[in-house]
């Protein structure tokens, strides 16, 4: 096989399969960013509370719980979602003005205790959840696009573009960045720190459930699955800054093709192992994220 031809059938389709898995490793990685940004809590319960809505949606469409339509399965796992972001914020709130540290191990616990709910409620079995993504494919120079890549660039574009318009145009978005900046200044001029904190939980949260639902088609559902996704997720996050919005995308979008180019070429038993030095290195190279790096600044 000639270079050319390599490039065609091996490289290209494995920056592009990589580029929109590194589309959903964004969303998890912005839900992690926008609670650091303005609590200054890394949120390990990301991963397993995301992984126990998804197994909420299993169980709800698949007769196990209940007997749902799909849209309605998911419309209750987002309120889920939505209501387990409030309660945990809800019981560690005093400990994000005391501790960030503190804080941060709390989280690692509801983890565990999300973890332990799915694995009483669905027990430890792998299953498989099917969504309802059109299923077709057609080729472009030899690249092979299917109806999941269109989907999963659908969702993650009008997702991220209408969390970005909130950010930069709404109160509730300029509140969010006045505290991000400067929590003090803006408590003085009379914002409502936990309100603002409430709004990244929640929002970090339905971000979870959309990631977490999307990587499932191209695997399996089991306990550790969207778990295991949220440490791609949370790469991102290192890669860009974890006080960056921009730099999750541009983390997840570069983690995505490196993990796949490093599984074709290398092996991915020990996948996990260079995630880890990926992150290591990004974190000597990039301390403060890939973009301020480059660019100088960042958002």
């Given at each position: 096989m000639s270079f050319w031809d390599s490039l065609l059938y091996d490289l290209f389709p494995l920056i592009w399969s990589g580029m929109i898995t590194g589309c959903l490793y964004a969303l998890?990685?912005?839900?992690?960013?926008?609670?650091?940004k303005c609590s200054k809590v890394v949120n390990f319960s990301h991963g397993?509370?995301?992984?126990?809505?998804?197994?909420?949606?299993y169980g709800l469409?698949?007769?196990?719980?209940?007997?749902?339509?799909?849209?309605?399965?998911?419309?209750?796992?987002?309120?889920?979602?939505?209501?387990i972001a409030f309660l945990i914020y809800s019981i560690i709130s005093p400990l994000v003005f005391e501790s960030d540290l503190t804080s941060t191990i709390a989280t690692l616990g509801f983890g565990l205790i999300a973890q332990g709910?799915?694995?009483?409620?669905?027990?430890?079995?792998?299953?498989?959840?099917?969504?309802?993504?059109?299923?077709?494919?057609?080729s472009v120079l030899g690249l092979?696009?299917?109806?999941?890549?269109?989907?999963?660039?659908?969702?993650?574009?009008?997702?991220?573009?209408?969390?970005?318009?909130?950010?930069?145009y709404t109160k509730l978005g300029i509140a969010f960045r006045?505290?991000?900046?400067?929590?003090?200044?803006?408590?003085?001029?009379?914002?409502?720190?936990?309100?603002?904190?409430?709004?990244?939980?929640i929002t970090a949260a339905i971000l979870g459930v959309v990631g977490a639902l999307l990587i499932v088609p191209t695997t399996f559902l089991s306990v550790t699955t969207v778990a295991t996704f949220m440490l791609?997720?949370?790469?991102?996050?290192?890669?860009?800054?974890?006080?960056?919005?921009?730099?999750?995308?541009?983390?997840?979008?570069?983690?995505?093709?490196?993990?796949?180019?490093?599984?074709?070429y290398v092996s991915p038993e020990f996948s996990s192992t260079f995630l880890l030095a990926v992150i290591l290195v990004a974190l000597n190279i990039f301390p403060n994220g890939i973009l301020q790096k480059v660019g100088g600044s960042r958002v």
């Amino acid at each position: 096989m000639s270079f050319w031809d390599s490039l065609l059938y091996d490289l290209f389709p494995l920056i592009w399969s990589g580029m929109i898995t590194g589309c959903l490793y964004a969303l998890g990685a912005l839900g992690l960013v926008m609670i650091f940004k303005c609590s200054k809590v890394v949120n390990f319960s990301h991963g397993n509370v995301a992984g126990l809505t998804a197994f909420l949606v299993y169980g709800l469409s698949s007769g196990m719980l209940m007997s749902l339509s799909w849209g309605a399965a998911v419309l209750v796992a987002l309120l889920a979602a939505v209501a387990i972001a409030f309660l945990i914020y809800s019981i560690i709130s005093p400990l994000v003005f005391e501790s960030d540290l503190t804080s941060t191990i709390a989280t690692l616990g509801f983890g565990l205790i999300a973890q332990g709910v799915t694995l009483l409620t669905f027990g430890a079995d792998i299953v498989a959840l099917d969504l309802p993504i059109p299923r077709f494919a057609f080729s472009v120079l030899g690249l092979l696009i299917t109806g999941y890549d269109l989907t999963v660039l659908a969702v993650a574009v009008v997702t991220i573009g209408a969390l970005f318009i909130i950010i930069d145009y709404t109160k509730l978005g300029i509140a969010f960045r006045a505290i991000s900046e400067n929590p003090f200044a803006a408590e003085v001029c009379g914002l409502n720190l936990r309100s603002v904190h409430y709004f990244a939980w929640i929002t970090a949260a339905i971000l979870g459930v959309v990631g977490a639902l999307l990587i499932v088609p191209t695997t399996f559902l089991s306990v550790t699955t969207v778990a295991t996704f949220m440490l791609q997720a949370f790469a991102a996050a290192v890669i860009g800054g974890f006080a960056s919005l921009p730099g999750a995308l541009v983390g997840g979008v570069l983690v995505g093709v490196l993990m796949n180019l490093f599984t074709f070429y290398v092996s991915p038993e020990f996948s996990s192992t260079f995630l880890l030095a990926v992150i290591l290195v990004a974190l000597n190279i990039f301390p403060n994220g890939i973009l301020q790096k480059v660019g100088g600044s960042r958002v």
